[in-house]
């Protein structure tokens, strides 16, 4: 009488750690390996850089580069202003210290980002929506057009391009780094 065989064990494939995860190439591309030697150690390593929305579509040729400095401009802004809403405490306090609670430099750079969303048309409109999402708080554009829309309501991905693409050359204009052209 025969008797059952057992089946084989799948053997564990390793990952190739000198490659991005599938997890994290979903989530973007990433640049061609840049060689370089580590600062410590002096042994050589591979960088990869990730690459955002703003530069993919700089890459694809979606964006012009004027589109894409504004585009860095309002992130710089963004971040400068402590709209991510990531918040953390202080390491060093000083004991009986006294400052305001809000430095200028960022409540001016608030300032600067309010004045670029009244020029996207507000925070409720399509464009300053999407640029608050996308270029602001860092979503891609699928994760915008899908999860917050416009409104509240999904947007077809193509649609949402445009409006970034429409927003960013709004804040392009609106920073200065394009002309403004009159109407023939």
Avoid at 51 to 65: E, K
Avoid at 91 to 114: H, K, M
Avoid at 126 to 142: N, T
Wanted: net charge positive.
């Amino acid at each position: 009488m025969a008797g059952k065989r057992k089946p084989k064990r799948a053997t564990a494939q390793h990952e190739d750690l000198s490659k991005p995860s599938k997890w994290r190439l979903q989530h973007g591309g990433f640049s061609e390996p840049i060689r370089d030697t580590d600062p410590e150690t002096g042994s050589p390593v591979q960088h990869r850089r990730a690459v955002d929305t703003l530069g993919q579509m700089l890459a694809n040729g979606t964006i012009t580069p004027q589109m894409h400095e504004a585009g860095q401009i309002f992130r710089t802004l963004f971040r400068s202003a402590a709209l991510d809403g990531i918040a953390t405490s202080q390491l060093i306090r000083l004991a009986g210290a006294t400052a305001d609670a809000t430095p200028s430099r960022q409540i001016d750079a608030r300032r600067r980002v309010a004045e670029a969303l009244d020029a996207l048309g507000g925070h409720d409109s399509p464009a300053g929506s999407c640029v608050w999402f996308v270029v602001g708080l860092e979503f891609s554009v699928r994760e915008w057009a899908a999860r917050q829309g416009w409104s509240g309501r999904p947007v077809p991905q193509p649609i949402a391009g445009g409006m970034l693409v429409a927003g960013l050359g709004i804040l392009a204009m609106h920073f200065g780094l394009t002309p403004r052209q009159r109407a023939a």
